[in-house]
């Protein structure tokens, strides 16, 4: 599926690469890290690659597909390739699956770089073509372009909308993975914020997180790192809880709203935050449980977004400080204990829209984590996702609201965000 990838769409013939939304693509990425050597496996998938753009009636959708779906030979693949698939849609989103030829085929990835895919087949299934890229590219890739020719017609450019938004080393894009979240495109912390030089928030796999903050130094510190840097929304939140929600691979059945959707550390074993990793394979890294970039857990520390890139300890570890004070005297179903998100009553404060799931039939053995609402005269501070010793509380869409707007937490942190502004624009 690829409908909640449908952000931005360019009104516009274009014949190369490039949009001209703003703010996307146009951050200097002379210092951004190179993606690490390790990449997941790929499976029957439902991650769109890039998002399709309206070019003169037609455009391409592209996904990590598996040679199964695709029905090329096994043989035609060697062990260091994967398989990239191509559809042709008109402008009312219809397969189109003859009548045209494609030809001068380029792939861009996150680097900028364009290269001439192998092309394994052409007009096969309802693929308009099947492309072999190296295994090592496969979750760079943000941009296919091709000519597409109608009968007699000349050519013309067709493509994918690029989707990459030019993060800062270490941090995640982040499509709106449901249009009601009312957050645009942003990139996140790819992990929880540690305490850095001169006391600046990092966003690095070493060194455990930096707790006992305030929500409000928390923001004046994300601030402090510079132009379009903040503490993260709680529309943020819920824009990255509802891409991962409806996404089969953070599903321990590879099927969404089946199974549950793993929690992190949250078993408080062991009894304390832990550092991540920069491999993307020991998603497990510390918990003491196994398991990889492939292999479910409950304790599985990241979970995957849009174009495979992956956020850690999303739930679980610390919780987290969001920008969001709802009103003490306004809470959803007040109480202090924990409880299933799905049995609270929103209120004006907090619609449903502002902490609930996709699907409301979700509930804590589903993965999705817990409330703690605390009474209604206390608190207001909101926490997401849960910590290492909450168990099921824990999860994507926990919340808890007992903390006061001045108080810290020796288990709460927080995670900073980047938007682009417009002087990023080129």
Not at 188 to 210: C, F, H, I, L, N
Not at 212 to 224: N, V, Y
Not at 287 to 302: G, I, L
Not at 381 to 393: E, F, K, L, P
Request: proline share 5%.
């Amino acid at each position: 599926m690829y409908h909640f990838l449908k952000v931005f769409t360019c009104i516009a013939v274009v014949m190369s690469f490039g949009c001209s939304n703003t703010g996307f693509n146009k951050k200097d990425k002379s210092n951004q890290k190179e993606s690490t050597p390790e990449q997941s496996e790929l499976k029957d998938s439902d991650k769109t690659v890039a998002e399709p753009q309206m070019v003169g009636g037609a455009f391409l959708v592209c996904n990590p597909e598996s040679v199964t779906s695709t029905g090329v030979s096994p043989d035609d693949l060697s062990a260091e390739e994967a398989i990239l698939a191509c559809e042709v849609r008109d402008n009312e989103d219809n397969v189109v699956s003859e009548g045209f030829q494609l030809s001068s085929v380029g792939v861009m990835t996150d680097s900028g770089e364009v290269f001439e895919p192998r092309s394994l087949a052409y007009t096969i299934k309802s693929w308009a073509m099947v492309l072999a890229i190296q295994s090592d590219l496969i979750d760079r890739v943000v941009s296919v372009k091709a000519d597409i020719q109608f009968g007699d017609q000349p050519p013309t450019a067709i493509s994918t909308q690029e989707a990459l938004l030019g993060c800062p080393e270490n941090y995640t894009p982040v499509l709106a993975g449901d249009p009601t979240t009312n957050a645009p495109p942003f990139c996140v912390a790819t992990y929880e914020m540690k305490q850095g030089a001169d006391d600046k928030p990092v966003s690095q796999a070493a060194g455990r997180p930096w707790v006992a903050i305030t929500k409000s130094d928390a923001m004046d510190r994300c601030a402090d790192l510079g132009d379009g840097y903040s503490l993260m929304t709680n529309d943020q939140w819920m824009a990255i809880a509802r891409t991962i929600e409806l996404n089969p691979e953070n599903w321990s059945s590879g099927r969404v709203n089946e199974g549950s959707i793993n929690r992190g550390h949250s078993d408080n074993s062991p009894a304390q935050s832990l550092q991540a990793s920069v491999n993307r394979r020991e998603a497990c890294f510390e918990t003491e449980q196994t398991c990889s970039h492939v292999a479910w857990d409950s304790q599985k520390r990241t979970h995957v977004l849009t174009f495979n890139h992956i956020i850690w300890d999303f739930a679980g570890n610390v919780h987290e400080h969001v920008d969001w004070q709802v009103d003490t005297s306004d809470k959803a179903s007040p109480q202090n204990a924990w409880t299933e998100l799905n049995s609270t009553l929103p209120t004006q404060s907090m619609p449903a829209i502002s902490y609930l799931p996709t699907n409301l039939d979700l509930n804590r053995s589903h993965g999705i984590g817990g409330y703690f609402p605390g009474r209604n005269d206390q608190g207001g501070t909101v926490q997401r996702g849960g910590s290492y010793g909450d168990n099921a509380n824990t999860g994507i869409y926990a919340l808890a609201l007992d903390l006061a707007i001045d108080a810290m937490h020796t288990v709460t942190g927080f995670r900073c965000v980047w938007t682009p502004t417009s002087d990023d624009d080129g």
